[in-house]
């Protein structure tokens, strides 16, 4: 079946450090990938869409600045967390639909924790 | 109000017990539906799709009322390796973009007791 890797599983930096998290759709492709954030206790909260050759559409609140969003190619998408401070740390996961209008396939996460 | 509204739980039940999770949702032109589960601190899996004729998978039975735009699911002779959080989730159509994203409930965690 449809399977998106994200890299890395987790990760610690430090306040002011820049984090890349990538997701690669494997056997498939993916025009759309869909990332979200989860706090503990949470509900998995969208942040935003990227569509590849697109700008990133970014729900509100989310900082564009902060979240660097990039699709570049139909299988792999990324998102860099520019200048993380601890209030960052968080699940990040991200989600493509597998085309056939019902279907997604998450990544399997990415914990970060920032100190 | 919430755009999709769990019990908040938790449930603790004894092995082989039922139990049943409910979720509302407010966007009456939400497309479809789902539920999801989530281990701790892994991804999203999918349990299954709900539709309005509701559908039954193994000891998972789920259901849809639009009308009142509620979904729940049932699972009877509940296992240890049934503990998990639940997510009630809807695709809804994106006003703005026009195409549909997922929208996650809180997720009600259940934990099965030996």
């Known amino acids: 079946g449809a399977v998106v890797s994200q890299h890395p599983s987790w990760v610690i930096c430090k306040s002011g450090t820049s984090v890349k998290i990538e997701c690669r759709s494997l056997?498939?492709?993916?025009?759309?990938m869909f990332w979200y954030r989860q706090f503990p206790k949470q509900s998995l909260m969208l942040m935003a869409t990227s569509n590849e050759g697109s700008k990133a559409t970014y729900e509100q609140g989310v900082e564009k600045d902060k979240f660097l969003i990039n699709h570049a190619s139909l299988t792999l998408s990324t998102l860099t967390v520019t200048s993380a401070h601890p209030e960052d740390s968080s699940f990040y996961i991200c989600?493509?639909?597998?085309?056939?209008?019902?279907?997604?396939?998450f990544g399997s996460g990415t914990r970060l924790t920032v100190v | 109000r919430k755009e999709v509204e769990q019990d908040p739980g938790p449930f603790n039940v004894p092995e082989g017990a039922t139990v049943a999770f409910n979720c509302t949702y407010s966007?009456?032109?939400?497309?479809?539906f789902f539920w999801y589960r989530q281990d701790c601190r892994k991804e999203p899996k999918l349990l299954m799709s709900v539709y309005s004729s509701g559908n039954e998978d193994g000891r998972f039975t789920a259901q849809l009322n639009r009308a009142s735009q509620y979904i729940s699911l049932l699972i009877r002779d509940s296992k240890l390796s049934d503990s998990a959080t639940y997510l009630c989730v809807v695709n809804v159509k994106n006003s703005g973009a026009g195409s549909y994203q997922l929208t996650f409930g809180k997720g009600t965690k259940l934990s099965v007791i030996p």
């Open positions: 989600s493509a639909p597998q085309g056939n209008g019902d279907g997604y396939t």
């Open positions: 056997d498939f492709q993916a025009t759309t």
């Open positions: 966007n009456s032109a939400s497309q479809s």
